[in-house]
């Protein structure tokens, strides 16, 4: 190892060319509470490897966004409605 090393005609920037991105996906950095990104790294280790975290997060909110994802409201009415049945 030398004593002293000579930048002088270093330059800053990438080592590598930028990767390629896919079409219609943006990079973003997101904090996520961990039980959360937990939660889908178990779902994504039971698919097999099938399908990673990232993706199981897009599809759910995916469906968030276009109203795919049961609403509160209907699912604590359905559960409220199976009580009664069960209680009469």
């Known amino acids: 190892m030398k004593k ?13 060319p930028a990767q390629p991105e896919h079409k219609g996906k943006a990079r973003i ?4 509470d961990e039980d959360l990104v937990n939660h889908f790294l178990k779902e994504a280790d039971a698919s097999g490897g099938a399908v990673g975290y990232q993706t199981l997060i897009n599809g759910a909110l995916r469906a968030y966004v276009e109203n795919k994802a049961p609403r ?12 009664l049945r069960a209680a009469s």
């Open 29 to 32: 950095t997101i904090r996520i």
């Open 72 to 83: 509160l409201e209907d699912t604590l009415r359905r559960i409220v409605r199976e009580e």
């Open 4 to 16: 002293q090393y000579d930048f002088s005609k270093g330059r800053r920037g990438r080592i590598l």
